[in-house]
């Protein structure tokens, strides 16, 4: 017997948005022909949409009860930061070319680390007068949050829009690899000013920084260890399925024992992606595992990709609320962006390795997407006034990039390219 109270299971969950998810990549397939990403986002924000306008017809219904219930049993922020975010950050770096890294190394050390910190600090300026005008009165150390939260640049977003568009080869290296590194800086200084913002009062700069050295610096050596070491065990034999098995065990027992060790997770799986990708992938096998692997991660990428596109369009029904705040938000669009030009232009204008043109300048701006992760962080700050507005704030700015940034990036840049 079914009961209208049954409670949603985690596979339940999964099975309904992988069939969501499914439906909807075979409408926008078949039929719309957007950016997948777009597409599944456009989609999910349609169906949310369709929700409010049934339960305004036939109120009696309650099916916007029903999905705001389903996407608190999916948890999102839960299920992003510490299950799909592990895999999608492996498959995302597993693709970058550390030769191109290595021509790039300074732009990306400096873009993920001082333009993330600098744009941390100009958001919160910025958004702490947005507040103030609108008579919010956000405290400062919430407006940090907002900053920290906002400012890196959303890999699995970036990875998304950039497969399709051509991008030169060490511009592309040099925005993936910032986005996957300035992701995991990110979520430490998240980590930090939501500490400071909720009683961390003995929260002093010195053991601000120590925390920051420790997660981002210990997330590098774990990546590294445990990258190496799934090269190592790779190198020694030739059987894809095993070595497909030990990548997921670098992966999953990877990020888990980052969790235990307080380290960056997100650093780590970085790092072990870009060992894997370049040192096992190019040198420890054959042909066939080499095409099996790139495959099997591809379509891990794929799923992960169309369910986390799809979650950020549904949360629309929850988070779309309050047309006072949805404009604050449409004014931190214009704020997000002009800080990460300030941020990107300044440190490449100090740097010889990359000339900030045109080209340069917009795909690391324009392309500079705010995804699912901004999200995640956003939706796990708890309940209140404060923090309600940070959230719509965050995903008006987290709309806009996908739908507008993330759809016309490869126009852009196309039109761009031919006066290089």
């Known amino acids: 017997m079914f009961s209208s109270q049954a409670v949603t299971t985690p596979f339940d969950a999964a099975a309904i948005l992988i069939a969501m998810a499914a439906l909807l990549g075979y409408v926008n397939h078949r039929f719309l022909k957007l950016p997948a990403a777009v597409g599944m986002t456009v989609m999910g924000a349609v169906a949310s949409l369709i929700v409010i306008g049934m339960d305004a017809i036939l109120p009696g219904v309650r099916l916007s ?3 705001v219930r389903f996407l608190a049993s999916v948890d999102f922020p839960n299920t992003l930061l510490n299950g799909m975010l592990c895999f999608l950050l492996f498959a995302g770096a597993l693709h970058i070319d550390w030769r191109e890294i290595k021509k790039s190394r300074w732009p990306i050390l400096v873009l993920s680390t001082v333009s993330t910190l ?6 919160a300026a910025g958004f702490l007068l947005l507040s103030r005008l609108a008579g ?7 407006c940090f949050v907002f900053g920290a939260l906002i400012s890196p640049t959303d890999p699995v977003a970036v990875f998304a829009v950039l497969k399709d568009i051509p991008v030169p080869p060490t511009l592309k290296a040099t925005l ?3 986005s996957l590194f300035n992701d995991g800086v990110g979520v430490v200084l998240f980590g930090i000013a939501l500490l400071a913002a909720t009683g961390g009062a003995d929260l002093t700069p010195i053991d601000a920084l120590w925390d920051f050295a420790r997660e981002a610096g210990g997330g590098i050596i774990l990546g590294g260890v445990i990258g190496g070491a799934g090269y190592l065990l790779m190198r020694g034999i030739d059987d894809c399925n095993v070595e497909v098995m030990i990548t997921l065990a670098v992966v999953m027992g990877g990020y888990s024992v980052a969790h235990r060790l ?10 072990a992606g870009l060992i894997t990708g370049n040192a096992a992938v190019g040198h420890a096998m054959s042909a066939t595992t080499r095409d ?5 991660w591809t379509l891990i990428d794929e799923i992960l990709n169309a369910v986390l596109f799809l979650l950020v369009g549904l949360e629309s029904i929850s988070v779309l609320n309050d047309p006072h705040l949805l404009l604050i938000g449409g004014l931190c669009i214009p704020l997000v962006l002009l800080v990460r030009f300030v941020s990107v232009f300044l440190p490449l204008k100090a740097l010889p390795a990359i000339k900030p043109d045109r080209l340069t300048m917009a795909t690391l701006v324009w392309g500079g997407l705010r995804g699912g992760l901004s999200m995640a962080m956003a939706l ?3 309940a209140g006034a404060v923090q309600n507005a940070i959230l719509i704030c965050t995903y008006v700015v987290v709309l806009f990039a ?19």
Do not use: C
């Open 292 to 296: 099996y692997l790139l495959k099997f």
């Open 402 to 420: 996908v739908l507008v940034q993330g759809g016309t990036i490869g126009n852009v840049i196309k039109r761009l390219i031919p006066s290089q």
């Open 118 to 123: 600098a744009s941390t600090a100009l958001v």
């Open 176 to 178: 993936s690899a910032e």
């Open 136 to 142: 919010l009165g956000i405290p400062l150390a919430w």
């Open 380 to 382: 796990s700050i708890g």
């Open 262 to 271: 307080g380290v960056s997770g997100p650093v780590a799986m970085a790092v």
């Open 65 to 67: 009860f029903i999905l």
